[in-house]
């Protein structure tokens, strides 16, 4: 909810609240990022990136997760280690940006 704000606003500065998120979360959002955050409002392209990897194929992912979970099947182990390492991937480069940028 927080990320898919990124990708329905293009201009944090002039927009229309969207149907999704609630105008709550984009006010809570947008208070955070120009209070705290100044690099996500700036809404760098590497960024938007990681966004659509994580609206594309995680939000996907956790869904058959859940439901591999409470089957307990097996097939969702070679996922899940492709998940965990493209995640990893985007929490190092976010790390990066936000610590040495």
Same mark, same amino acid.
């Given at each position: 909810?927080?990320? +898919?704000? *990124?990708? =329905?606003?293009?201009?944090?500065?002039?927009? !229309?609240?969207?149907?999704?998120?609630?105008?709550?979360? =984009?006010?809570?959002?947008?208070?955070?990022?120009?209070?705290?955050?100044?690099?996500?409002?700036?809404?760098?392209?590497?960024? *938007?990136? !990681? +966004?659509w990897i994580d609206q594309l194929y995680f939000g996907p992912l956790y869904i058959a997760a859940i439901?591999?979970?409470?089957? &307990?099947?097996?097939?969702?182990?070679?996922? &899940?280690?492709?998940?965990?390492s493209m995640l990893l991937t985007n929490v190092i480069i976010i790390l990066f940006e936000e610590i040495? &940028?």
């Amino acid at each position: 909810m927080i990320e +898919i704000e *990124q990708l =329905v606003i293009a201009d944090p500065n002039n927009f !229309t609240y969207p149907f999704w998120p609630p105008k709550f979360i =984009v006010d809570a959002v947008h208070w955070w990022r120009f209070t705290f955050d100044p690099a996500l409002i700036a809404r760098p392209l590497w960024w *938007q990136a !990681t +966004i659509w990897i994580d609206q594309l194929y995680f939000g996907p992912l956790y869904i058959a997760a859940i439901y591999a979970f409470h089957k &307990g099947k097996e097939w969702i182990r070679i996922p &899940g280690i492709v998940w965990a390492s493209m995640l990893l991937t985007n929490v190092i480069i976010i790390l990066f940006e936000e610590i040495w &940028g």
